[in-house]
């Protein structure tokens, strides 16, 4: 099941690399702002999806594992998708705020270059903040997704000395 997830969410993330694709050869300005706006979101929720199902397992094995009473314990799904939940309302949140404030616009930059006749030689298209300010957005987003990570790396550090023959792998 685990596995499902990571697969869902890695391709959920790797798919965001398909609308930065997208320029003004082949879409309008208006839906190559779209694509911009889109692409964080591919993003954000593929890293949520993938990184809560490594996290809420490796919590999980923790909680079995590092209970301090030797009785047995019941973690159930609802425990398990909280970290989830949490991860997911927050990058959603700051996504929104994003969205609507101050969202990506597509950009075609011209280099300086000039041929004979005047002419610009090059050019670039890109997504880009409307102004510095908004940088706060990124900032934000990865604040909330490193200290996620960072959580996860102690949960991973706390189940290393588990033994091999609790693995699921075998």
Known sequence: ??????????FIMGSAIIPISV??????????????IFSPWLASYGFVIAFSALFSKTWRINQIFRHPQMKRIKVTEKDVIVPFLILLGLNTIILICWTTISPLNWERVYTDARDDFDRELYSNGMCRLNSNKDIVYVVLLLIVNLAVLLLANIQAYQARTITVEF???Q
């Open 1 to 10: 099941f685990f596995l499902y997830i990571i697969c869902i969410g890695t």
């Open 23 to 36: 320029d003004d050869r082949i879409a309008s300005i208006e839906d190559c702002s779209l694509a911009c």
């Open 167 to 169: 693995s699921e792998s």
